[in-house]
T-cell receptor, first 114, second 114 residues
Framework: QQQVKQSPQSLIVQKGGISIINCAYE??????FPWYQQFPGKGPALLIA?????SEKKEGRFTISFNKSAKQFSLHIMDSQPGDSATYFC?????????????FGSGTQLTVLP | DAGVTQSPTHLIKTRGQQVTLRCSPK?????VSWYQQALGQGPQFIFQ???????QRGNFPDRFSGHQYPNYSSELNVNALLLGDSALYLC?????????????FGPGTRLTVL
């Protein structure tokens, strides 16, 4: 099963709050888990990524938590700002032959209120 | 350092027509992947090109075809357009091998089929 399930579909957070987006996967061959941020009319931009050999990765206000046994990973945005308002996609990939393809979640529309 | 560029930005076609979308990868990248993003959904993998060959293909009909040139730029061709082909078409570039998994996306081409 190649699906990546993402929740919630939409999220409203006050400025300064913590935004949490969750993803779950089935395919145990996945070994790379990036998060992308997409603004309207733009292509997805890579935010942060993790491999399953670590349980957490932090870059600035963005943290990925990874639970290999549960096959779940999440994005935490600390001190959320109105400029963070965008759609966030989790993704997963594995090497099939020599190629990598990204399997995306369905997206979370984040709104940060001023 | 130029990022991934795509042309045209927008395109309007009618059912049954053919369309060609173009992509120039990020400087230094040799691999190009194409994704289709329907409104409100995550991107879906179409295919990936490396060394001018299609290396992997997603679940898309053979109406979708592509090409990669020696300078690594790529084209996506769609024949016999259907209304359901209306979407944002994204090109992503990466560097093959060495565990370099990061895919960088272009701004996309918005295709509308009437």
């Amino acid at each position: 099963q190649q699906q990546v399930k993402q929740s919630p579909q939409s999220l409203i957070v006050q400025k300064g709050g913590i935004s949490i987006i969750n993803c779950a996967y089935e395919n145990t061959a996945f070994d790379y888990f990036p998060w992308y941020q997409q603004f309207p009319g733009k292509g997805p931009a890579l935010l942060i990524a993790i491999r399953p050999d670590v349980s957490e990765k932090k870059e600035g206000r963005f943290t990925i938590s990874f639970n290999k046994s549960a096959k779940q990973f999440s994005l935490h945005i600390m001190d959320s700002q109105p400029g963070d308002s965008a759609t966030y996609f989790c993704a997963a990939s594995s090497t099939s032959g020599s190629a990598r393809q990204l399997t995306f979640g369905s997206g979370t529309q984040l709104t940060v209120l001023p | 350092d130029a990022g991934v560029t795509q042309s045209p930005t927008h395109l309007i076609k009618t059912r049954g027509q053919q369309v060609t979308l173009r992509c120039s990868p990020k400087s230094g990248h040799d691999t190009v992947s194409w994704y289709q993003q329907a409104l409100g959904q995550g991107p879906q993998f179409i295919f990936q090109y490396y060394e001018e060959e299609e290396r992997q293909r997603g679940n898309f009909p053979d109406r979708f075809s592509g090409h990669q040139y020696p300078n690594y730029s790529s084209e996506l061709n769609v024949n016999a357009l259907l209304l359901g082909d209306s979407a944002l078409y994204l090109c992503a570039s990466s560097l093959n091998g060495g565990g370099a998994d990061t895919q960088y996306f272009g701004p996309g081409t918005r295709l509308t089929v009437l």
